[in-house]
């Protein structure tokens, strides 16, 4: 057992040049960031899967009216594929993810994937 008292620890000493007239002063920059790299969710056409099926995903997984889900779908069918959203990154890969579980689900071979935006 300690029966002596702690010493306090010393003061540290002021390095020199403090409060004179000899310091410098940096400026602060502001840093300018990059906005986030944009990725595109695409579609793919295939002669399995139902038009009706495609317009339910693309209403459910990207938000959109039913009007502009069925132009979309006949796009995609017309010409192979078609954009359904431009997204980042993480959210564009968790789309495609939910696309594909639900027409594995439904058991239909839909395709999606996503592309960096140019």
Do not use: W
Request: charged content about 25%; aromatic content about 6%.
């Amino acid at each position: 057992m300690a029966t002596q008292i702690p010493k306090k620890p010393p003061v540290p000493a002021a390095p020199t040049g403090i409060g004179s007239d000899d310091s410098v002063v940096l400026e602060r920059r502001t840093q300018r960031t990059k906005p986030p790299q944009m990725f595109q969710v695409v579609l793919l056409n295939d002669d399995f899967t139902p038009m009706e099926f495609v317009v339910h995903v693309i209403q459910e997984f990207f938000s959109k009216d039913r009007e502009t889900a069925t132009q979309i779908m006949l796009k995609i069918h017309l010409e192979g594929k078609g954009i359904c959203g431009i997204y980042t990154r993480d959210v564009a890969s968790t789309k495609v993810d939910q696309v594909l579980a639900a027409s594995r689900a439904a058991g239909h071979p839909l395709q999606c994937l996503s592309e960096p935006v140019e």
